[in-house]
């Protein structure tokens, strides 16, 4: 399996506070991303990172950033949490960002804000 | 990317194999065939791509018609593990590529 961590695994907070969510990874892979996953919606893709301090959006963008100051991290912050975000949000990497590299997810974190 | 289309459930015998369709007859030269699944609570797991050739690994076959129309995800000797939602997604070669997922195949492995 991918060497891909998710921390934490689930967290409770209020809404308008603050959350980052951190992806670990242990494979050296250039590519990593953000998605969240909701009933009815499959997997969205939030953010991705395609190197170090490259960042761009994704589908559903708003009320995220992301940061990516190492290789192996990339942390999703919600800056002012709200209980539409409530999700269980993954986070996957790629060596490269071709449709012939696939992506491999970690467990995911699930989140609910209250 | 070209849309998929899937059975929303199927239901497989232990031991015996199980046979995946997906439907994905808008589908350009340039974009790849990938399937993933996901057991409850579990991240998705990459199982095989292909593009056009057939394609075998530890756990799957991909089959691919020659008009590239359909596929079908083969696992050769199910298992109770095995039960999960199956995604088909096809994925555009050129660039950045991400993974759109649709509603998948729920396979249900009974003994």
């Known amino acids: 399996d991918a060497g891909i961590t998710q921390s934490p695994r689930h967290k409770v907070t209020e809404t308008g506070t603050p959350v980052t969510l951190r992806c670990h990874q242990t494979e050296n892979h250039r590519y990593m991303y953000w998605y969240r996953q909701d009933p009815g919606h499959g997997l969205r893709l939030i953010h991705y990172s395609y190197g170090v301090k490259d960042t761009d959006k994704g589908e559903v963008s708003d009320g995220y950033s992301v940061s990516r100051s190492k290789t192996e991290d990339f942390l999703l912050t919600l800056e002012s949490a709200t209980s539409s975000q409530t999700s269980v949000y993954f986070c996957?990497?790629?060596?490269?960002?071709?449709?012939?590299?696939?992506?491999?997810f970690g467990d995911g974190t699930r989140l609910s804000i209250l | 990317d070209a849309k998929t289309t899937q059975p929303p459930s199927m239901d497989c015998a232990e031991g015996r194999a199980a046979n995946l369709p997906c439907n994905h007859s808008?589908?350009?030269?340039?974009?790849?065939v990938y399937w993933y699944r996901q057991i409850h609570s579990q991240g998705p797991q990459y199982i095989i791509h292909g593009l056009k050739n057939n394609e075998t690994n530890e756990m799957a076959s991909l089959i691919i018609t020659e008009d590239r129309k359909s596929s079908t995800l083969i696992l050769p000797h199910a298992t109770l593990r095995d039960t999960a939602v199956y995604y088909c997604?096809?994925?555009?070669?050129?660039?950045?590529?991400?993974?759109?997922f649709g509603k998948g195949t729920m396979l249900l492995v009974s003994p």
């Open positions: 996957a990497i790629s060596e490269e960002g071709t449709a012939n590299q696939p992506q491999h």
């Open positions: 997604i096809v994925r555009v070669y050129s660039g950045y590529s991400t993974l759109t």
């Open positions: 808008t589908i350009s030269g340039n974009e790849y």
